[in-house]
């Protein structure tokens, strides 16, 4: 039996927003690891809305993904054939082993998983790198105190939605905006947030704001920016810490936008607004993911995949991520174990 | 002897620029002190951008001044009279006496002056509320550290050229922003800048920045906001910190400005901007002080103030300190010791 590889490349920079013609499957021969490699069959790929900059030219903080390669993305997969002496076959792993059904590692940036504490899944989600943005962004940098507001934009996520929850859990009064009713019944029905509303259909969100957050916000977690951020920097408080996570609203523009100046909010206000990549507390994931799997384990947190199966369905999944389509964690499903 | 209190009010909220007619001089008797009260003869006044701010009746840190008020300001001047016990006839001392020729006040959030140690005057600058600000944003907020470049905006100004001087001080590459080729030559051959530019002259201030920055901004000290800010946040390192001191290029617009976008900049360098009133360090004022003093006399540190003389004259003092027409501290001298 012949196996081929398949995988998806960036096929053009996308001008504006993503659309299907930008990635290309591409078939190649599943490849044989050489010394101290490992090949991984992957089992499930992570679609998040940092990739949209890596899809672009621009110069950022991590290298773009050139055309014709294949796009870069976490994934959990396992290992199928090993001459690396620290993983064996059946091991699982993960790694940001790319958009394919196949990939060699060195084990450079790979973590094993544990398949017997939770769903392999969720170390792409809420025991991965969703969930360590979302816990050290909070933690680190919005550093909530208990009675505190804390307002979540994207708040139904992956990241969003862990954030809102580890602020309910430090005592805050949390207050979440998302993009459909439906997010907006899974954050206060199911997930415990105090209040939230779908900005979408909502006139005027600085309004709703002022009556959701009574005594205004302390913490910001910011994933979205643009107008949804100008109407909440206009009820912070007095030493207002603003997580900048995310600015998804701003991804995918032909043009950059335009907006209010508000600087001066921050001096009235004696505030912060503090921008992070998860990667700067790499040497502390280690306690993190204890903590919030001890928090899984006591109920205190929940999460949610949204799972669409086949590699090739992968752009299909990215983009309608990058909508807001997903509620929680967006998935591929790309084998069974 | 009559002797009438000529003072300055609020006679109209300005929209836009202020203009000479939104103040009125105003004649009154001078008061007499009650219990606990002293009588204040005012020797300097100061004229600070803060003061805009109050003029407009819009809700902020503090209240506004209401149409009709003597305006507020810092004023260094001299005991004539006094019930009060800790103040005797003849003491200097420095507080927010208004624009005016003579004040009660019953010490609060009043200090004395050593007329001994620097010229009186310096109280209202560089021992002041300027040199203050300087400080604690510049080491509190911008913590910058040795080999690193600072830019600072506003730079001929009362607080930008101390903390422009105070990161050399601390062994930084300074690069200072101003609006005149007098203000550049000021920054770069009396004060050490290590350089400077007049952003009015400048077609392209980012390009400039990029050459006088060959190691990017580390930290930026901000008074002026809008697009010279733009052009430095394009520059700034991994980790910098943008100190929100002053805005002043936005406080004057009868509309709101819209400008670029900028805080996914903040995630991808991670960085933070930060806004901060010199009240917050109040409990520390006496130590900052007295490293200040210790700089000037080692002749670390130096200022320039620009006097305008008579209380009359203030509102144009006011007007032309908002335009940029002053290099370091605008003060309008009262009366003479």
Chains 1, 2 share one sequence.
């Not at 078939?27 to 679609?47: D, I």
């Not at 006139?203 to 205004?216: A, E, I, V």
């Not at 951020?229 to 991804?251: H, P």
């Amino acid at each position: 039996m012949i196996v081929t590889n398949k995988s998806i490349t960036l096929a053009a920079r996308p001008s504006g927003f993503p659309k299907k013609s930008d990635f290309k499957l591409v078939e190649s021969p599943v490849p044989a690891p050489g010394p101290n490699q490992f090949l991984v069959r992957s089992l499930y790929l992570s679609v998040d809305p940092y990739m949209r900059g890596r899809m672009s030219g621009n110069k950022s903080y991590a290298r773009s993904v050139e055309v014709g390669e294949v796009m870069i993305g976490g994934v959990v997969g396992q290992v199928v054939e090993s001459s690396h002496p620290a993983y064996a076959a059946g091991d699982i792993v993960a790694g940001d082993f790319g958009w394919q059904q196949f990939a060699l590692s060195d084990g450079a940036e790979v973590r094993k998983v544990d398949p017997t504490l939770a769903p392999i899944s969720t170390a792409l989600g809420v025991l991965g790198m969703p969930g360590l943005t979302a816990y050290f962004g909070l933690m680190e940098i919005g550093k909530p105190q208990r009675g505190e507001t804390v307002v979540v934009s994207g708040a139904a996520g992956a990241v969003g939605s862990i954030a809102g929850q580890i602020a309910k859990i430090k005592g805050c009064r949390v207050v979440g905006i998302a993009g459909s009713d439906e997010k907006v019944r899974w954050l206060t029905e199911e997930l415990g947030f105090d209040a939230a509303f779908n900005y979408k259909t909502t006139p005027n969100c600085y309004r709703k704001l002022l009556t959701l957050c009574p005594q205004g916000a302390d913490v910001y977690f910011d994933n979205v920016g643009g107008e949804i951020t100008d109407a909440v920097v206009r009820l912070i408080n007095v030493r207002a810490r603003l997580v900048i996570c995310g600015q998804i609203s701003q991804y995918n523009l032909e043009k950059p936008e335009t907006g209010p100046r508000w600087l001066w909010a921050l001096i009235v206000k004696q505030a912060r607004a503090e921008g992070f990549l998860v990667f700067q507390f790499r040497d502390r994931y280690e306690g993190a993911l204890r903590r919030i799997a001890q928090w899984l384990k006591e109920g205190k947190l929940k999460y949610r995949e949204n799972i669409i199966e086949g590699i090739e369905n992968a752009p299909r999944a990215f983009i309608g991520m990058l909508k807001g389509e997903n509620i929680g964690k967006q998935l591929v499903k790309i084998a069974d174990l």
